[in-house]
């Protein structure tokens, strides 16, 4: 409850919704309240009639005239609306406490203690106090070493409920959303408070400020601007060269983005040593140009044998603020550098974008020579300059007429630059003899109008004689009488009339702008307002005029069927009657001309003009016909709604900044897109048939690349059936573009054809290789080659046992593989074969489709020879032969030496080797084995090796006997069933042992009532020979056999073991 009152009642708020009351006796009644009398009644928020109450009957006898009665819906629960910092802007250090608020739509209730994390630093700030408020306080105490150049929160959810916090609606008690402003956002922080932390120990630049600007500032050759640099702590700047060597200018510079490369442009220090605030002076040279003046980057800030401390001596850190940030050179100040002689609201209108146009205050510097600045105040809205603004009538003189508060100027208070009114009506000219301007009284748009004067006119007229004036457009109704607005130029008078209309002054005389009278602030209409609270006085520079013309498309090729959008950027926003239309030379060199049609945009600055491509458009650069290429057919009008002028419709000239063709390249159509410079390179050009060549064509003119459209290059011509051409289609536009030339794949002889794509550009020859057969051979002029030797073979391709020209036909493509039936061999060339194999390679087939031609080498030598390592076995007595084959050391492969190269050694083997070599190049060793004697057996393991003159392999020899019936064989007795049986043979001969195979020996069990198996075999080479055998009964017998006497040795193996399922049967 607000204040103290008894509820309900009928005297006061009674339990009831306000609600709506039909209307009773005419002229009185109430009709929204809470009470269900219906005479005078209280608790009344709007009557018919006040019958005496203001507004409305409220509290009997305790506010029976509230003056104003609000009435509110209170919209959901609360939320962060901002967050700020009670702390003034400025630096702090270690220790200090900063109070962050963060201001909630409604009040709030907090229990525990809420915490903010802030952006880069460790410790959050806590809650502290604002319970039952919308303004909750957190604070922060600066830690040593922490640092930001702008205190912000961390995120979104920095507002954060710790353990046993909570934060609900103070009315409805429901949680509240705690989500924060955006960080950098216009109401987080970091933009609302200007909060330094700065705990560490050496100097720092905290920001960078033009000097006394702020907004928009445009500066001209020969203007100086100062700005300053802000320290953590005062700082000392200290030469360290010999005193008076260097001005202190040069001690400490700083280089600006003014778009110079052979000279920085350098703001020069001025003054500032032992504080914290250095300032630098810099003075606008010809030829600098800048859309947002800064430092040129982080580093800018140099030192010239000089050095920058604190009062410690801890050298400065001078990296400077992030180039666009919050504390950056361009953040104080939006600072355009541009070449004018003279400068208004209007010049800075053409130069920014409407996204950065306000309506408040700009710099710059009207007078064509002056090299200072002012501020002034623009309404980029509407298009006028404030000349002066009358509040109050106190303080007014002739002087203060022609100049009051310049550096703050307002619509709220008083002001004028009336004294540069002139000149500024001198640099922008009006249209045709006239120049208007704006008076309005009360508000803006209210009890004055639009006036029209004779450019010849001063406005800083002394006289009433200026009467050539007219009414362009009326706010709200008046005369031009001597009670209302004089049909008069405003000019400076005595006292009473220090600037009016009027053209008798008095004490109390109307159509006054600035007057010493008790009026506030002036005499204006003696009918309609006599004190208007405030009267504005506008200069209007010139009538709506073209900025400029884009494409919205930008730079591209267009087709037919392309539609093209196009902006019209007026200085001051145009009504549109009808269907204006914008002419574009859409192909000169035919002199046709297209026309874009007025789409949309009446009411404001930007009108959208559409124009469709058309199949006759061709253009490199399309831009509109002229300057009055904006034309108005019939009925079709664009006027400023201010003034009722006619707009000024000429545009910029074509090529021209703010010219369609300076913004973007647009081309229009292909038929002109090229020349004979133009060209067609296709790989490759000697084509077998069946293949394809791949074929670029590039656009050009003047030899240079030029864009066009695969149609253009839609229908190439072939000169042979035996061509086909697929026309490009992609890309659609380009400058060269790719298809492909296939040839058929018909057998016939070789021929020329080509392709013209165009007939600006020169015809494309292709051979077309005829197509070889089986008659085609293979000559060589050797027959055996060294290892790693050459090789000279010639290919004779023939059709029809017709030899062909060799570049004629498909020789590389067909011709293309070698098989060997050893060894490897490499092509080098069409008729080069290289044999690096170090084998017998005697035949090799070169095959095409058709047919295989044989051909045969010999390889004769060889660099290097494995040592091979095998075991044959051989029995004395025999002949046998063994198989050989040589092998490269590195690859394996096969090799061939002639036998007479080759050596045998028998290793002591004893009888007799002999080499040979088939036409396979494979070799066979024959060995005639010594006979068998009775004075000794020579079975054994022999090392035979053939050798020759750079190398050598052996081979291991098994010599083995025959053993006979004088073996025998040994098993273990007594074994019990199922258990293993162990057994040796030893091999005799004569009953001499000897070395011989275990396979000549068979093993095998036999027995009754039971046999039995052979659980393991014999080892391969020996003269003893173990084995196991399990039997599966009491009573078995192992037999060897030696399977070459015919008399085996059979062994009975007797097993004494007790009977598994005996039973003894008893009678008693």
């Known amino acids: 409850q607000f204040d103290t009152w008894p509820y309900p009642s009928n005297n006061y708020l009674y339990s009831r919704m306000p609600w709506l009351f039909p209307v009773g006796t005419a002229g009185t009644g109430p009709l929204l309240g809470t009470s269900t009398t219906t005479g005078l009644w209280f608790g009344c928020i709007v009557s018919y009639s006040d019958s005496g109450w203001i507004p409305a009957p409220w509290f009997d006898s305790i506010i029976n005239h509230p003056g104003v009665i609000w009435y509110w819906m209170r919209e959901g629960s609360a939320r962060v609306l901002s967050v700020s910092s009670s702390n003034l802007n400025g630096v702090y250090g270690a220790g200090a406490s900063i109070s962050i608020i963060v201001t909630f739509s409604n009040a709030v209730t907090v229990t525990g203690s809420p915490v903010l994390q802030l952006q880069g630093i460790?410790?959050?700030?806590?809650?502290?106090?604002?319970?039952?408020?919308?303004?909750?306080?957190?604070?922060?105490?600066?830690?040593?070493?922490?640092?930001?150049?702008?205190?912000?929160?961390?995120?979104?959810?920095?507002?954060?409920?710790?353990?046993?916090?909570?934060?609900?609606?103070?009315?409805?008690?429901?949680?509240?959303?705690?989500?924060?402003?955006?960080?950098?956002?216009?109401?987080?922080?970091?933009?609302?408070?200007?909060?330094?932390?700065?705990?560490?120990?050496?100097?720092?630049?905290?920001?960078?400020?033009?000097?006394?600007?702020?907004?928009?500032?445009?500066?001209?050759?020969?203007?100086?601007?100062?700005?300053?640099?802000?320290?953590?702590?005062?700082?000392?700047?200290?030469?360290?060269?010999?005193?008076?060597?260097?001005?202190?200018?040069?001690?400490?510079?700083?280089?600006?983005?003014?778009?110079?490369?052979?000279?920085?442009?350098?703001?020069?220090?001025?003054?500032?040593?032992n504080t914290a605030v250095l300032t630098f002076n810099y003075t606008v040279q010809s030829g600098d140009r800048a859309w947002r003046l800064d430092y040129?980057?982080?580093?800018?800030?140099?030192?010239?044998?000089?050095?920058?401390?604190?009062?410690?001596?801890?050298?400065?850190?001078?990296?400077?603020?992030?180039?666009?940030?919050?504390?950056?050179?361009?953040?104080?100040?939006?600072?355009?550098?541009?070449?004018?002689?003279?400068?208004?609201?209007?010049?800075?209108?053409?130069?920014?974008?409407?996204?950065?146009?306000?309506?408040?205050?700009?710099?710059?510097?009207?007078?064509?020579?002056?090299?200072?600045?002012?501020?002034?105040?623009?309404?980029?809205?509407?298009?006028?300059?404030?000349?002066?603004?009358?509040?109050?009538?106190?303080?007014?003189?002739?002087?203060?007429?022609?100049?009051?508060?310049?550096?703050?100027?307002?619509?709220?208070?008083?002001?004028s630059c009336l004294t540069y009114s002139d000149t500024i009506k001198a640099t922008y000219a009006v249209q045709s003899q006239n120049f208007v301007y704006v008076?309005?009284?009360?508000?803006?748009?209210?009890?004055?109008?639009?006036?029209?004067?004779?450019?010849?006119?001063?406005?800083?007229?002394?006289?009433?004689?200026?009467?050539?004036?007219?009414?362009?457009?009326?706010?709200?109704?008046?005369?031009?009488?001597?009670?209302?607005?004089?049909?008069?130029?405003?000019?400076?008078?005595?006292?009473?009339?220090?600037?009016?209309?009027?053209?008798?002054?008095?004490?109390?005389?109307?159509?006054?702008i600035v007057s010493g009278t008790s009026f506030s602030p002036a005499p204006w209409m003696f009918y309609s307002t006599q004190n208007p609270l405030a009267i504005w006085y506008w200069f209007r520079e010139g009538p709506a005029a073209v900025q400029s013309v884009v494409c919205t498309q930008g730079s591209g090729q267009f087709v037919s069927g392309s539609v093209l959008t196009f902006t019209v950027t007026f200085t001051h926003v145009v009504a549109v009657s009808g269907t204006p239309s914008l002419i574009l030379n859409t192909n000169p060199s035919l002199g046709y001309t297209g026309s874009a049609s007025y789409v949309t945009g009446s009411g404001s600055r930007f009108l959208t003009f559409r124009y469709v491509v058309s199949d006759p458009d061709s253009t490199t650069s399309l831009d509109y016909a002229s300057t009055s290429a904006l034309v108005l057919p019939s009925g079709a009008a664009i006027t400023?709604?201010?003034?009722?002028?006619?707009?000024?419709?000429?545009?910029?000239?074509?090529?021209?900044?703010?010219?369609?063709?300076?913004?973007?390249?647009?081309?229009?159509?292909?038929?002109?897109?090229?020349?004979?410079?133009?060209?067609?390179?296709?790989?490759?050009?000697?084509?077998?048939?069946?293949?394809v060549s791949t074929c670029t064509i590039y656009s050009r003119v003047n030899g240079q690349p030029q864009r066009t459209c695969a149609r253009?290059?839609?229908?190439?011509?072939?000169?042979?059936?035996?061509?086909?051409?697929?026309?490009?289609?992609?890309?659609?536009?380009?400058?060269?573009?790719?298809?492909?030339?296939?040839?058929?794949?018909?057998?016939?002889?070789?021929?020329?054809?080509?392709?013209?794509v165009h007939s600006v550009l020169s015809p494309v020859y292709f051979q077309i290789q005829g197509r070889v057969d089986g008659s085609s051979s293979i000559v060589c002029n050797a027959t055996r080659v060294a290892v790693n030797g050459v090789l000279n073979c010639t290919i004779i391709p023939r059709v029809n046992s017709v030899a062909a020209n060799l570049s004629d036909v498909e020789l590389l493509s067909l011709f293309s593989s070698i098989s060997a039936s050893a060894g490897r061999?490499?092509?080098?060339?069409?008729?080069?074969?290289?044999?690096?194999?170090?084998?017998?390679?005697?035949?090799?087939?070169?095959?095409?489709?058709?047919?295989?031609?044989?051909?045969?080498?010999?390889?004769?030598?060889?660099?290097?020879?494995?040592?091979?390592?095998?075991?044959?076995?051989?029995?004395?007595?025999?002949?046998?032969?063994?198989p050989l084959v040589l092998r490269d050391t590195t690859t394996g492969a096969a090799l061939f030496l002639p036998v007479s190269q080759l050596s045998v050694s028998d290793g002591g083997a004893g009888g007799s080797f002999a080499l040979s070599v088939n036409a396979q190049n494979l070799y066979s060793l024959s060995w005639s084995a010594p006979a068998v004697s009775d004075a000794g057996f020579r079975s054994g393991v022999y090392n035979v090796s053939v050798s020759w003159s750079s190398g050598q392999m052996w081979f291991l020899l098994q010599v083995y006997a025959v053993p006979d019936s004088t073996s025998s064989v040994v098993c273990a007795s007594n074994a019990t069933v199922l258990s293993l049986v162990n057994c040796t043979i030893s091999a005799r001969r004569q009953g001499v042992a000897i070395s011989t195979l275990s396979s000549l020996f068979s093993v095998s069990v036999a027995g009754s009532p039971g046999t039995g198996s052979v659980v393991s075999t014999l080892a391969d080479f020996g003269s003893v020979f173990s084995f196991s055998v399990q039997l599966t009964s009491v009573f078995g017998a192992v037999v060897v056999s030696d399977g070459v006497s015919g008399s085996p040795a059979t062994i009975a193996v007797y097993i004494d073991a007790p009977y598994q399922d005996a039973s003894i049967l008893c009678s008693v």
Do not use: H
Request: charged share 10%.
């Open 640 to 691: 400023d709604p201010v003034t009722t002028d006619a707009a000024s419709l000429t545009l910029p000239n074509p090529g021209a900044i703010g010219s369609i063709s300076a913004d973007s390249t647009l081309r229009l159509g292909c038929f002109s897109a090229f020349d004979s410079s133009s060209y067609v390179s296709c790989s490759p050009t000697v084509v077998p048939l069946g293949g």
């Open 825 to 882: 061999v490499n092509r080098v060339a069409a008729s080069w074969f290289l044999f690096t194999a170090p084998a017998a390679c005697t035949l090799a087939t070169l095959a095409d489709p058709i047919s295989s031609i044989p051909f045969y080498v010999e390889v004769v030598t060889a660099t290097t020879l494995a040592v091979g390592a095998s075991v044959t076995s051989a029995a004395l007595g025999t002949n046998t032969s063994i």
């Open 712 to 756: 253009a290059w839609s229908n190439p011509v072939s000169s042979s059936p035996l061509l086909s051409v697929t026309p490009p289609t992609t890309p659609t536009i380009g400058s060269s573009f790719t298809f492909n030339v296939s040839v058929a794949t018909a057998s016939v002889v070789s021929q020329v054809a080509n392709i013209v």
């Open 296 to 415: 040129a980057s982080r580093t800018a800030l140099a030192l010239q044998s000089a050095s920058l401390v604190d009062r410690t001596g801890t050298p400065a850190t001078l990296q400077l603020p992030a180039l666009n940030g919050g504390f950056s050179l361009s953040a104080s100040a939006w600072v355009v550098v541009r070449p004018l002689a003279g400068a208004s609201c209007r010049s800075i209108l053409d130069i920014l974008p409407d996204a950065y146009l306000y309506n408040g205050i700009y710099y710059f510097s009207p007078a064509q020579s002056s090299a200072s600045i002012s501020p002034f105040y623009c309404d980029m809205s509407r298009g006028g300059l404030l000349l002066l603004v009358s509040v109050y009538n106190v303080g007014w003189n002739s002087a203060m007429v022609l100049s009051r508060n310049p550096t703050t100027p307002t619509i709220f208070n008083d002001y």
């Open 122 to 273: 460790a410790t959050n700030a806590t809650y502290t106090s604002g319970s039952n408020t919308n303004l909750l306080t957190f604070t922060y105490t600066v830690q040593a070493g922490d640092f930001t150049a702008d205190l912000e929160y961390a995120s979104t959810s920095a507002l954060t409920l710790v353990s046993g916090s909570s934060i609900v609606d103070w009315i409805t008690s429901n949680p509240v959303d705690l989500t924060l402003p955006p960080v950098g956002s216009a109401m987080s922080l970091g933009t609302l408070s200007n909060i330094i932390v700065n705990a560490s120990a050496a100097p720092r630049v905290l920001s960078a400020s033009f000097l006394n600007l702020q907004n928009i500032t445009l500066l001209s050759p020969g203007m100086t601007l100062s700005l300053r640099l802000t320290f953590s702590e005062p700082v000392l700047l200290l030469p360290t060269t010999a005193a008076g060597a260097l001005a202190p200018a040069s001690l400490l510079q700083l280089t600006l983005n003014l778009g110079t490369t052979s000279t920085p442009r350098l703001a020069q220090y001025s003054a500032g040593n």
């Open 439 to 512: 008076l309005e009284g009360l508000n803006r748009q209210r009890y004055g109008g639009v006036f029209r004067a004779s450019s010849y006119q001063t406005l800083l007229a002394t006289t009433s004689v200026q009467t050539a004036v007219w009414l362009v457009s009326q706010y709200d109704s008046w005369n031009f009488d001597d009670w209302m607005i004089e049909k008069r130029l405003p000019w400076r008078g005595t006292t009473d009339g220090l600037l009016t209309t009027s053209a008798a002054p008095s004490n109390n005389w109307w159509g006054t």
